[in-house]
């Protein structure tokens, strides 16, 4: 099972085979209800199989397009679920997600895939990571919302002990002494620590910062191109130094402090999340009234409609675009004349034209806020601010 990512993203947009089948199911974790699950799930298997066939895809090859989903009906996969349950299968494609998030039942058959309801877990402005510090072990996170993960960075030191062994190697080849590689001492480390106690404890500290910068140098290899805020979570005393090596500019001010090493998964999201959660509502919120001031004055950037908004997303100009999840405005996009044709009703081969439009302002660099029905601006079903 893959995760969620900017890139999955990526994968399922450029799926080129149709039909494609995206099916959204609620699950449960624990207890008697876990036996609702396979109920559910062959109930959606069935719609998807009905769809197929109304849009002309013969029984066998709707049975050979479903097959792989079918075979997820075991009983060990039952008992490791989340909230929510996604899958995705077409000719050249098979991926399923266990999420954290509840959905309604909701199974679609078109061109591309539908991904709407992934948007709170896939939206870049929810995204953060967390760098857990200490002497022993250093890891790095990635979160949102919902969920934080491990990731692998290359370069990353696995621990101070590490750090100091591999520059003593170094200034043995390089003659050189308490210098990071490819840097003069007064160049590189201005906020060297000076501490008022031992020579000791003012080496100790010393190399701390020395580790420090090497965790920044391969923090700044991965991270360099992103925007997303920074989290440390560490004992006191260690924050402060890091702060001193950091290059990386989203490093937030507030850490978590104490031994992270404490503290089990969930904890530290928790932790995190409370942490970031205030500066992406602001975010929205700033963007909510930038669209307001734009409309309030007439100007062509603010827009909510669906029919100009569709082909502005494909084209890149949607800089931010706000829409409602729970909403849909079926029809579909003629790439040659540009143009809208929305449905009333869902017809055969229709697509979400909500989902288009989020899924194509995301691949161009554009923000996606999900709003609620009744939170909708000028009570519209979608708007956008245009880049020109």
Request: hydrophobic fraction near 40%.
């Given at each position: 099972m893959k995760l969620l990512s900017i890139d999955e993203l990526k994968t399922l947009v450029a799926n080129p085979e149709h039909p494609c089948v995206s099916m959204y199911m609620h699950t449960h974790k624990a207890g008697s209800e876990i036996r609702q699950n396979p109920i559910r799930f062959k109930n959606l298997v069935r719609e998807a199989e009905e769809r197929l066939n109304a849009i002309g895809i013969s029984q066998t090859?709707?049975?050979?397009?479903?097959?792989?989903?079918?075979?997820?009906?075991?009983?060990?996969?039952?008992?490791?679920?989340?909230?929510?349950?996604?899958?995705?299968?077409?000719?050249?494609?098979f991926r399923y997600y266990s999420v954290p998030i509840e959905f309604p039942e909701l199974v679609v058959v078109g061109e591309q895939f539908h991904l709407k309801p992934l948007l709170h877990l896939i939206n870049n402005d929810g995204?953060?990571?967390?760098?857990?510090?200490?002497?022993?072990?250093?890891?790095?996170?990635?979160?949102?919302?919902?969920?934080?993960?491990?990731?692998?960075?290359?370069?990353?030191?696995?621990?101070?002990?590490?750090?100091?062994?591999?520059?003593?190697?170094?200034?043995?080849?390089?003659?050189?002494?308490?210098?990071?590689?490819?840097?003069?001492?007064?160049?590189?480390?201005?906020?060297?620590?000076?501490?008022?106690?031992?020579?000791?404890?003012?080496?100790?500290?010393?190399?701390?910062?020395?580790?420090?910068?090497?965790?920044?140098?391969?923090?700044?290899?991965?991270?360099?191109?992103?925007?997303?805020?920074?989290?440390?979570?560490?004992?006191?005393?260690?924050?402060?130094?890091?702060?001193?090596?950091?290059?990386?500019?989203?490093?937030?001010?507030?850490?978590?402090?104490?031994?992270?090493?404490?503290?089990?998964?969930?904890?530290?999201?928790?932790?995190a999340w409370r942490i970031v959660a205030p500066s992406f509502q602001e975010n929205k919120k700033a963007a909510i009234a930038l669209y307001n001031q734009l409309a309030g004055e007439g100007n062509s950037k603010a827009n909510s409609d669906i029919k100009e908004i569709i082909p502005a997303a494909y084209y890149h100009r949607v800089d931010y675009l706000f829409i409602s999840v729970g909403e849909h405005k079926w029809g579909k996009f003629n790439l040659e004349t540009t143009t809208v044709d929305l449905h009333t009703e869902a017809e055969a081969d229709d697509e979400d034209m909500l989902d288009f439009a989020a899924v194509h302002t995301i691949l161009n660099s554009g923000k996606v806020y999900t709003i609620k029905s009744q939170e909708m601006l000028n009570e519209a079903t979608v708007a956008a601010i245009f880049r020109y």
């Open positions: 090859q709707a049975a050979n397009l479903l097959t792989p989903v079918m075979e997820l009906d075991k009983v060990d996969f039952w008992e490791h679920q989340d909230q929510g349950l996604v899958i995705f299968s077409s000719q050249n494609l995204n953060f990571y967390v760098l857990a510090l200490s002497q022993k072990k250093v890891r790095i996170f990635a979160g949102t919302a919902h969920s934080l993960h491990e990731i692998q960075l290359e370069n990353m030191p696995n621990s101070l002990a590490d750090t100091l062994m591999e520059d003593e190697l170094q200034k043995g080849i390089q003659h050189r002494i308490g210098i990071t590689r490819g840097a003069t001492a007064s160049a590189q480390h201005p906020g060297s620590v000076h501490g008022q106690g031992s020579p000791d404890r003012e080496k100790h500290e010393e190399d701390i910062l020395q580790f420090c910068y090497a965790i920044d140098g391969a923090i700044h290899e991965k991270l360099r191109e992103e925007k997303a805020p920074l989290v440390l979570a560490g004992v006191e005393y260690l924050l402060p130094i890091y702060q001193q090596a950091n290059t990386y500019p989203h490093l937030l001010i507030e850490g978590i402090t104490g031994n992270p090493e404490l503290l089990n998964l969930r904890e530290l999201h928790d932790q």
